[in-house]
């Protein structure tokens, strides 16, 4: 079968191996985004994909900076004689006339128990939310973001400990041992998309630096150390404490029989503390405002005794 990939992110990158490394697929080439500035340095810097493809794999790359409209782009794709796009975290919708170019049609992998989380932060959205269950869900790609029939759905716990980096991983494994025995089993019939229950459908939005801001007087223990879980990869969560802002870099529950201020650090026992709405929070590692990251106790003896 031969296959043109697209995704960008690491994420993506166990899906093109596995499908690269089967006997039975031939990927084409893979398309991902442009090279982007990264860092405080703003250093350009290759997609994961990109890497993995060009030095692992010998695979060509294509980078567009747009689809829709980019008629030299298209025809290119469409002379490929393609059986399937598979799409991984790519990151750009696609126009109808690219749908329209595979034999078997475009697929595309989505980590959420769909109709539920879509669009663009389904792992962040589940942690969020506190679910017990998420999942990869493997689609028929439509115009309109994560409409289109379920072809293939697994779905796992998400553990006690998960944060989005470890469930991403997880999700990543799964996903990427399903992709090609699913494009398999639709090339041969076996597998037909059905269509998701429009009446349970939800949607989840893009991730802003902005959402990182935790507010610790009007926020329960659950809700910060889910928003922890939710952005410890980005934007991580942060609080202003003192008309200064501090980032909150390793947290857990703590169970203690006295009430804590919410808002307020204290020291208990060895250890840090923070108060919220409902609860308690013990902080092991943070980062103050112009500072470097530092433990609990380094800013028990440099803040808290000032």
Not at 161 to 171: E, H, Q, T
Not at 179 to 206: F, G, H, M, W
Not at 213 to 233: R, V, Y
Not at 270 to 278: A, Q, S, V, Y
Request: proline letters at 6%; aromatic letters at 8%; hydrophobic letters at 40%.
């Amino acid at each position: 079968m031969k296959i043109l990939f697209f995704g960008t992110p690491a994420f993506s990158v166990p899906f093109l191996a596995t499908l690269a490394h089967d006997e039975e697929i031939e990927i084409v080439a893979v398309v991902t985004q442009p090279d982007k500035p990264v860092g405080r340095k703003k250093i350009v810097t290759a997609p994961a994909v990109k890497d993995f493809a060009q030095n692992e794999l010998d695979i060509p790359v294509l980078q567009p900076k747009r689809i829709k409209g980019n008629n030299e782009f298209l025809d290119l794709v469409q002379n490929m004689n393609l059986d399937f796009i598979v799409v991984v975290a790519y990151g750009m919708i696609f126009p109808e006339e690219l749908l329209e170019i595979p034999k078997y049609g475009c697929v595309n992998v989505h980590t959420s128990l769909l109709p539920k989380y879509r669009g663009a932060s389904p792992i962040q959205s589940a942690l969020l939310n506190g679910d017990k269950n998420t999942g990869v869900s493997i689609m028929n790609m439509e115009e309109e973001m994560d409409t289109g029939g379920i072809y293939l759905i697994r779905k796992i716990e998400i553990g006690e400990k998960d944060d989005a980096i470890s469930l991403s991983n997880k999700l990543s494994e799964i996903g990427a041992v399903m992709i090609p025995l699913a494009l398999k089993d639709i090339a041969d019939r076996v597998l037909s998309p059905i269509p998701q229950n429009e009446t349970n459908a939800t949607y989840c939005k893009k991730i802003n630096k902005e959402d990182g801001l935790i507010d610790p007087a009007n926020e329960t223990s659950d809700e910060i150390l889910n928003k922890f879980k939710a952005f410890i990869f980005w934007p991580q969560i942060h609080m202003i404490y003192e008309n200064k802002k501090i980032k909150l870099l390793q947290i857990d529950k703590f169970k203690i029989e006295q009430k804590v201020s919410p808002g307020q650090f204290i020291a208990y026992e060895g250890n840090l503390l923070l108060g919220t709405k409902e609860g308690t929070l013990k902080i092991d590692q943070l980062q103050p405002e112009g500072k470097n990251s530092m433990q609990a106790k380094d800013f028990m003896n440099g803040f808290l005794q000032k």
